[in-house]
């Protein structure tokens, strides 16, 4: 039967500090320890093994939030590679089979994600803003918006459906978000001729993340784009369509996947709007109402390439109430 000891053997026969370990379970997921009844860590023989790994593997250079996702058996293959052999002192463990050499270099957005998510979780907003200035300045605007805000959005949408966070740090991080994006996404000097974009989500859906990150995508293509925020009804959203001449109406459906009001909410929507003003439908649960989607004429977008795609599309597109007028 495999033994559990409290976080103070683990400290002692890892080398780490007690708030260390804390901060590697809580912020990287290192380990997941059980529990006792009154709340004390029970860490196992094969835990306080990975927890050695990591401890060998951070002296030797590298950054826990690039390894700590990593098995058991990648850590101890990269131990091997990375430290000399001399300074390997592994824990007793079934013999490590040959194995290519594990690469310890990881996508810098992995990092940016979980620093993101970190601060998130402590609703630190200057943390966030930090995470989002410095992964805009190495990957650029459209690799922020593909490599971090769109992982961002399914994590944090996973995390509140297995409640890990609360509808308050969702809310949190769209305002931090939304604020960000439209700081440094805004173009300069916009032509009179540039098509306008309705952004906004549904009547019932109140998850606004993914209209956010439309809304950024859509300014950074050179869009002049109306962003109206959550839960609009359809009439709502058709009279804002009408009134600012708008090329299209993009929504962002999160949750539920099988809301028989958000059917209706399409329909209608369709009917109000004028024929020439295309509705794009992105997020999470917009694969389960593919056929409503359809059903109105309307374009389904499962990623943000697929959403650059059709705005330029439709950018470079004749609307057709045009092509009657110059019949």
Known sequence: MDLHHPIKVVARRT????????????????VEPARTETNRRLYSESEIERLHLLCQLTQAGHGICRIAKLSTEQLRALCCHA??????????????SPVAPVEP??????QYL?????????????ALDDVLCRASVELGHQGLLQKVVVPLTHRLGADWEDGAIKVAHEHFASSVLRTFLC?????????????????????????????VLVAAAATNKGWRVKYLGTNL???????????????AVALSVVYPDDDAELVLQFTTLRKYLPPE????????????YADAIAAIGASLLTDLTQLNRKLDELRNSVPQRRIRGVE
Do not use: F
């Open 233 to 247: 009804p359809a009439c709502e959203l058709s009279g804002a369509a009408i009134q600012s001449k708008a090329r």
């Open 183 to 211: 700081n440094h996404a805004k173009p300069c000097n916009l032509p009179e001729s540039a098509p306008v974009l309705v952004v906004a989500t549904p009547s019932g859906q109140t998850h606004e993340l993914g209209a």
């Open 114 to 126: 979980d620093e993101a998510m970190a601060a998130i979780r402590m609703l630190d907003d200057e």
């Open 105 to 110: 270099e990881v996508d810098p957005s992995t």
């Open 83 to 96: 430290v000399p052999p001399e300074n390997v002192t592994i824990l007793p463990s079934r013999p490590v």
């Open 15 to 30: 080398g780490l500090s007690q708030h260390v370990i804390r901060v590697w379970e809580k912020r990287y997921g290192a």
């Open 277 to 288: 003003v295309a509705i794009l439908v992105g997020g999470r649960a917009a694969e389960s």
